[in-house]
């Protein structure tokens, strides 16, 4: 009677552990977004995830900033403490497209890397701007930021995006701005390379002493857009976007153990939707 007992009970416990073993391992279900444009992969391989109308191109808003700060941080013998007057044409600009803000201000000398602060953390177009000007080439403000824009094209060429096309420095075009989810995550993916892209693009907040016009000094304190980076663990960037074409987009990238889970969406209707979104694919992507 004991053996029989026994004998039972092990067959219970295999068919547990058989049952148990099949949920721990089973794919796991696609998630299903709002948003009209999404695609994930593995940073480190590669390796594609998820895609929905992965190609489709569509406004980037001020996802295009990361291409802003590539082109930036690939220029040779950079100098990420040279320091840049900020212009009256920088905050006209601000003012005459309604646009997100650093808050830079006119005759501050501010230094590139705090520009590239005030580009990814507030989303600034002001600080866009100046970059552009700064790191163009050209006897006038126009044909340098018309050369930097260009710079902007020849780098989506060298990494073989199809669907990619700049006509702005920040994501204010017209009409001829766009990308896709997938063209977006390899842009990303290859700015993260960058060591100093990686620190900004994953800082909450900061606070950037800058020299006045008289000499003095002044603080800025800039608060990154990105709310992924504290409400998922593991997040490390990269880019939220928005406007009236673009609506809310989001370039996003976590990190768990040795894996890192790289993607974007586009077009979503809400900011509360894109967040839904982008915790669903990081997820999936995760126990893929």
Same mark, same amino acid.
């Given at each position: 009677?004991?053996?029989?007992?026994?004998?039972? *009970?092990?067959?219970?416990?295999?068919?547990?552990?058989?049952?148990?073993?099949?949920?721990?391992?089973?794919?796991?279900?696609?998630?299903?977004?709002? =948003?009209?444009?999404?695609?994930?992969?593995?940073?480190?391989?590669?390796?594609?995830?998820?895609?929905?109308?992965? &190609?489709?191109?569509?406004?980037?808003?001020?996802?295009?900033? #990361?291409?802003? =700060?590539?082109?930036? *941080?690939?220029?040779?013998?950079? !100098?990420?403490?040279?320091?840049?007057?900020?212009? %009256? @044409?920088?905050?006209?600009?601000?003012?005459?497209?309604?646009?997100?803000?650093?808050?830079?201000?006119?005759?501050?000398?501010?230094?590139?890397?705090?520009? *590239?602060?005030?580009?990814?953390?507030?989303?600034?177009?002001? =600080?866009?701007?100046?970059?552009? &000007?700064?790191?163009?080439?050209?006897?006038?403000?126009?044909?340098?930021?018309?050369?930097?824009?260009?710079?902007?094209?020849?780098?989506?060429?060298?990494?073989?995006?199809?669907?990619?096309?700049?006509?702005?420095? &920040?994501? #204010?075009?017209?009409?001829?701005?766009?990308?896709?989810?997938?063209?977006?995550?390899?842009?990303?993916?290859?700015?993260?390379?960058?060591?100093?892209?990686?620190?900004?693009?994953?800082?909450?907040?900061?606070?950037?002493?800058?020299?006045?016009?008289?000499?003095?000094?002044?603080?800025?304190?800039?608060? !990154?857009?990105?709310?992924?980076?504290?409400?998922?663990?593991?997040? #490390?960037?990269?880019?939220?976007?928005?406007?009236?074409?673009? %609506?809310?987009?989001?370039?996003?990238?976590?990190?768990?153990?040795?894996?890192?889970?790289?993607?974007?969406?586009?077009?979503?209707?809400?900011?509360?939707?894109?967040?839904? &979104?982008?915790?669903?694919?990081?997820?999936?992507?995760? @126990?893929?």
């Amino acid at each position: 009677m004991r053996s029989a007992v026994t004998v039972s *009970l092990t067959a219970s416990a295999v068919l547990a552990g058989g049952l148990f073993a099949g949920q721990a391992y089973a794919a796991p279900a696609v998630p299903s977004i709002t =948003a009209p444009g999404g695609f994930v992969m593995n940073n480190g391989t590669g390796t594609t995830l998820f895609g929905k109308a992965a &190609d489709t191109r569509r406004s980037t808003g001020s996802t295009t900033k #990361i291409m802003t =700060a590539k082109v930036v *941080l690939s220029q040779r013998n950079l !100098n990420l403490d040279a320091k840049v007057t900020i212009q %009256k @044409a920088y905050s006209d600009y601000i003012v005459s497209k309604n646009a997100s803000s650093a808050r830079l201000i006119v005759g501050d000398k501010v230094t590139v890397r705090q520009l *590239l602060y005030g580009l990814m953390l507030p989303s600034g177009c002001d =600080a866009a701007y100046a970059l552009a &000007d700064k790191f163009g080439t050209g006897t006038t403000r126009a044909a340098r930021v018309k050369s930097f824009i260009g710079k902007m094209n020849d780098e989506a060429r060298k990494l073989g995006l199809r669907n990619t096309h700049f006509d702005s420095f &920040d994501g #204010i075009g017209s009409g001829q701005n766009y990308s896709t989810p997938r063209d977006l995550t390899k842009i990303a993916s290859s700015a993260m390379k960058n060591a100093t892209f990686r620190t900004v693009v994953k800082t909450k907040s900061t606070k950037q002493k800058v020299t006045t016009k008289t000499g003095g000094y002044r603080y800025m304190s800039w608060t !990154n857009t990105n709310k992924l980076l504290s409400t998922y663990s593991g997040a #490390i960037g990269v880019k939220t976007g928005s406007g009236p074409q673009a %609506k809310y987009c989001l370039v996003f990238a976590a990190t768990r153990g040795s894996k890192t889970v790289i993607g974007t969406v586009l077009a979503s209707p809400s900011e509360a939707n894109r967040a839904t &979104d982008v915790k669903k694919l990081l997820d999936y992507g995760f @126990a893929r």
